[in-house]
């Protein structure tokens, strides 16, 4: 019914800057909110930022490095990752919930997950 396809993950060294993209397709009616998760090995998942029609919020451990912003006319939901630490590294999932028609309940989704690794 719906997909998120993520990219813009890679190898970066620390103090540099990655830009992760998140589309949603398929059946889609509204996106109420978009966001980021991360998870380390090892380690639980964890919200990174998110958005909704006018709020954002962010990880404490991310704020005035990350930027989250969306595109609606596109359902596309970015994240501007600057001053990279080697403990930003993980595997980086979008998530959104989804009215997938009139009058439907929203519906959570997740992307397959991009890895993002930061050297020291």
């Known amino acids: 019914q719906v997909q998120l396809v993520e990219s813009g993950g890679g190898l970066v060294q620390a103090g540099g800057s990655l830009r992760l993209s998140c589309a949603a397709s398929g059946s889609i009616f509204s996106i109420n909110a978009m966001g980021w998760y991360r998870q380390a090995p090892g380690k639980q998942r964890e919200s990174v930022a998110r958005i909704t029609s006018g709020r954002t919020n962010y990880a404490d451990s991310v704020k005035g490095r990350f930027t989250i912003s969306r595109d609606n006319a596109k359902n596309t939901v970015y994240l501007q990752m600057n001053s990279l630490k080697p403990e930003d590294t993980a595997v980086y999932y979008c998530?959104?919930?989804?009215?997938?028609?009139?009058?439907?309940?929203?519906?959570?989704?997740w992307g397959q997950g991009t890895q993002v690794t930061v050297s020291s």
């Open positions: 998530n959104a919930d989804i009215v997938n028609r009139l009058g439907y309940v929203p519906r959570n989704y």
